[in-house]
T-cell receptor
Framework: AQSVTQLGSHVSVSEGALVLLRCNYSSSVPPYLFWYVQYPNQGLQLLLKYTSAATLVKGINGFEAEFKKSETSFHLTKPSAHMSDAAEYFCAVSMEYGNKLVFGAGTILRVKS | NAGVTQTPKFQVLKTGQSMTLQCAQDMNHEYMSWYRQDPGMGLRLIHYSVGAGITDQGEVPNGYNVSRSTTEDFPLRLLSAAPSQTSVYFC??????????????FGPGTRLTVL
């Protein structure tokens, strides 16, 4: 069975600092991986996804993530945090056959001025 | 396109009451699903559908029913509400049913409280 672990339920960074949100997955075969963002009282919006093309994936709002098979990781980064990045971020995995997403528990990002 | 719409936005029920959460999409997507979001647990799949007339259970299906009579609509029914069903419910859809790389588009959610 697939599972996703997000290390750190809360992450706090200063405005302009590097954002690093960690995601590790367990899967017996290479999966598809997603990062979604949820702003307060809203639905989930896709940030980026890995679909077995390039291992470094660029998404919206300056975010990117790197798929590392040897580490079973898909960490999300952004070089310089902005106040508007404050939100909850979810990592999710799905398999080649079927569209069922398995989500991590989420990481709440706080950006300090 | 309105995308994925959900009604109502908020609902308060008493234990034992039943209700239907509505979900509709106007993107002609084959795949639709329902998730519940609870603090510290991420989103968990309740039921999903790969097309009109075809539904299946997800990770946490107990206490919920679904049907898919049209491509556009995928309602979620709570048969006899319990306090454990207090949660935020999200409906999602994606274009195809085969191949897990399709992006799923989420509705704005329904916040349900069961007293």
């Amino acid at each position: 069975a697939q599972s996703v672990t997000q290390l750190g339920s809360h992450v706090s960074v200063s405005e302009g600092a590097l954002v690093l949100l960690r995601c590790n997955y367990s899967s017996s075969v290479p999966p598809y991986l997603f990062w979604y963002v949820q702003y307060p009282n809203q639905g989930l919006q896709l940030l980026l996804k890995y679909t077995s093309a390039a291992t470094l994936v660029k998404g919206i709002n300056g975010f990117e993530a790197e798929f590392k098979k040897s580490e079973t990781s898909f960490h999300l980064t952004k070089p310089s945090a902005h106040m508007s990045d404050a939100a909850e971020y979810f990592c999710a995995v799905s398999m080649e056959y079927g569209n069922k997403l398995v989500f991590g528990a989420g990481t709440i990002l706080r950006v300090k001025s | 396109n309105a995308g994925v719409t959900q009604t109502p936005k908020f609902q308060v029920l008493k234990t034992g009451q039943s209700m239907t959460l509505q979900c509709a999409q106007d993107m002609n997507h084959e795949y639709m699903s329902w998730y519940r979001q609870d603090p510290g647990m991420g989103l968990r799949l309740i039921h999903y559908s790969v097309g009109a007339g075809i539904t299946d259970q997800g990770e946490v299906p107990n206490g919920y029913n679904v049907s898919r009579s049209t491509t556009e609509d995928f309602p979620l029914r709570l048969l006899s509400a319990a306090p454990s069903q207090t949660s935020v419910y999200f409906c999602a859809s994606s274009r195809s049913t085969a191949g897990g790389k399709d992006t799923q588009y989420f509705g704005p959610g329904t916040r349900l409280t069961v007293l």
